[in-house]
């Protein structure tokens, strides 16, 4: 007899939401098995995590290669070769150059750990109390990550007071901005959110005791925005003329997900912080926090540790994540396979009234759906294409977006067009499907 969801539920906490009762039998590519047999296309692929989708064989045999040899013995005690290495590497495409590139690490198991990093190493290098975060960011669900989490008022129920010292800016998206600011008009946006930013500095933040502003270069459940870049080059100079740090959140965005390495690249800014965490290991438990050797050795030595940090399988993982980005191009692809799903998406909202806009970078996608002829969110239209995909076109997905309408593509960077194809199809019949309803 198949294992059923509802048998179980009863032993896990109602606190982590389930979007459905699917229970994952295997994984291979883009597809996901169900315990039944049932096959669905999966368009999540861990939330960004598998770069090359399910079970890859590169980072399979490295995992039960380094499993076999050890598992865990503490990076505290120890020192893994994997977890060197992939240390090596990294620092090697960090951003930046000379002394300004991150090319000191602090490994940690998940993003909001990687962010709490940040946070406590910016404070530590700085001295200073304060830190500015943006409205419609997501950083995490710690204590400490959801004092700088703006996407949802939710997270925060129930938990204040929380870490102190904390104070939003708009981030340049629709929702944020005045709704006199054309929504072509993405230089307006950041012109309007830099002059917030200075305001906030000038009435309430005083900027000789803020240590650091984190921002998703792209912000990912906030709707996956990617701003004008007027307005990161906009941030770096205000951090530059005041001493604060700048904290890049690539969780999401990092390795690749882009068409570069970093979504900083786009951006031509480079971060004094930078967080990472998802893609990094294909799949396993792994993160990072980046700096330069000069404000990393400004962090107090034993005021921040990890005891599974740096684990030497996860590292192992890394390491094949790496080549396999490498080898087989996946960066170039994501560029490619983005500009055509981008493309297919933008001449299917020509048929479609309630695809309102469709941004992003490359791989980093999202549609958002609302009322036809307005910008008014539709979240019941994602309810409903969602629930719709899961059912009917047995695809996995998932939404984004501060109302709860926009809906995330993410593919894995090895995609290929028929796929791509495969999945706008499936997409288009639920999109007509809640049209007709």
Known sequence: MAMKFEDYKQYLSPVFVKSSDLVAGDGHGLYITDVNGVEYLDMIQGIAVNVAGHTNEKIVKAIQDQAAKLIHASFNHVNYPTTLELAKRLAEVAPGEGKKKLTSLFFSNGGAEANDSAIKLAKCATGRPLIIACQGSFHGRTIGTTAVTGSNSHYREAYEPLMGGVYFTPFPQRILCPDSIDNEDLEGRADYCL??????????????????????????????????????????????????????????SGFGRTGKMWASQHYDVVPDIMTTGKAIAGGLPMSCCWSTPEIMDKWNKGTHGTTFGGNPVCAAAGLAVLDLLKEEDLIKNSE??????????????????????????????????????????????????????????????????????????????????????????????????????
Request: with cysteine; net charge negative; glycine share 8%.
């Open 195 to 252: 002059w917030m930013l200075e305001n906030l500095l000038k009435f309430l933040a005083p900027p000789q005791e803020v240590a650091a502003i984190i921002m998703e270069p792209i912000q990912g459940e906030g709707g996956y925005v990617a701003p004008h870049p007027k307005f990161l080059k906009g941030v770096r100079e205000i951090c530059d003329k005041h001493g604060i740090l700048l904290i890049f959140d690539e969780i999401q």
């Open 336 to 437: 490619v396979m983005g500009e055509y799903l981008q493309a297919q998406l933008k001449d299917m909202q020509k048929r479609h009234p309630v695809i309102a806009d469709i941004r992003g970078i490359a791989l980093m996608t999202a549609a958002e759906f609302c009322k036809p002829g307005t910008f008014e969110p539709d979240a019941a239209a994602l309810q409903f294409i969602t629930k719709y995909l899961r059912e009917e076109e047995h695809m996995l997905t998932t939404g984004c977006g501060v109302n709860g309408n926009g809906f995330r593509f993410i593919m894995p960077l090895n995609i290929k067009k028929e796929e791509v194809d495969l999945c706008l199809k499936k997409f288009e019949n639920a999109v007509a499907a809640y049209e007709a309803k």
